[in-house]
């Protein structure tokens, strides 16, 4: 087996030189997390709301952005299994335009994989689902070079209003197979862990040291894929996640599609 690959330091995620203790009322209005875990390891993940401060695109880029969203919607209209054809047939291809976010497939190899997605490394993920497949399945499908995960929710099931990305209950296809049911959740004290240890991390693959994962556990060693996606936005009720790829054609493909019925 290959040694484990360990992120090298990155300035901007460097932990406090002495333990900071917060109190429970603190730690929900803090603009960093800077919480020590019960292994030691500080967590310096920050809050991504507090990026507001941050200038958002301008309303001519905004304008275009939609513009070029609105394409990908079109393939999201027609689903034989309640799934757009071009997921079932892999088509290659989408319009570009959407904001960039990182996304980390992550967990144990016997146990099921679990999708981050971050504003970037060094936030708190802003949306933690649980997928309907084990980390080792997911591998293996994305050795093949060609994944398209889709996910479901019921308008009608829906207990209120709520945004897309927050809808608790998802059925889930895998590369036009029914894989069960993904489940969003909040971040465990281990999530946030792993978070920490790959915020020097923006793309790549591979398996968390002993340290940050028991690889004596029953469920195996934590393995972990992380990259940019490109989030389109096709309507309030269809959102894509497409990987970016920098090998361009060499490496594999992975589309995540979001869509309430």
């Known amino acids: 087996m290959a040694p484990p690959i360990i992120p090298s ?14 109190s429970p009322e603190r730690a929900t209005t803090m603009t960093t997390s800077t919480m020590a875990s019960p292994t030691g390891q500080q967590i310096t993940l920050q809050d991504p709301s507090h990026k507001k401060n941050n200038k958002a695109a301008s309303k001519p880029k905004k304008l275009l952005r939609r513009f070029r969203s609105a394409f ?14 071009s ?38 993920p802003t949306l933690l689902l649980e997928l309907a497949i084990p980390t080792s399945k997911l591998l293996q499908e994305m050795g093949s070079g060609l994944v398209r995960i889709a996910l479901e929710s019921d308008k009608n099931s829906s207990a209120s209003a ?3 990305m927050e809808e608790p209950v998802w ?32 793309m790549g693959a591979g398996v968390l040291p002993s340290e940050a994962a028991d690889q004596n ?41 979001f869509v309430r019925i």
């Open 162 to 164: 709520c945004k897309l």
């Open 72 to 85: 990908n919607s079109i393939s999201l209209i027609n689903q034989p299994c309640r799934m757009p054809a």
């Open 9 to 22: 330091p990155d300035p901007h995620c460097s932990q406090p030189k002495s333990p900071v203790t917060v």
């Open 217 to 257: 556990s029953a469920n195996g060693e934590l393995a972990y894929v992380r990259a940019y996606f490109e989030r389109i936005i096709g309507s309030k009720d269809s959102e894509t996640f497409y990987m970016m790829n920098p090998d361009a054609n060499s490496g594999p493909e992975l589309s995540i599609f």
């Open 171 to 202: 059925t889930m296809y895998c590369n036009g197979k029914k894989s069960g049911y993904a489940a969003r959740r909040e971040p465990s004290e281990q999530d946030l862990q792993t978070m920490q240890m790959l915020c020097a991390v923006s």
């Open 87 to 124: 997921v079932l047939h892999g088509g290659g291809h989408h319009v570009h335009g959407g904001a960039t976010v990182t996304g980390t497939l992550f967990g144990h190899r016997r146990a099921r994989v679990s999708l981050a997605i971050q504003a970037n490394p060094r936030c708190l």
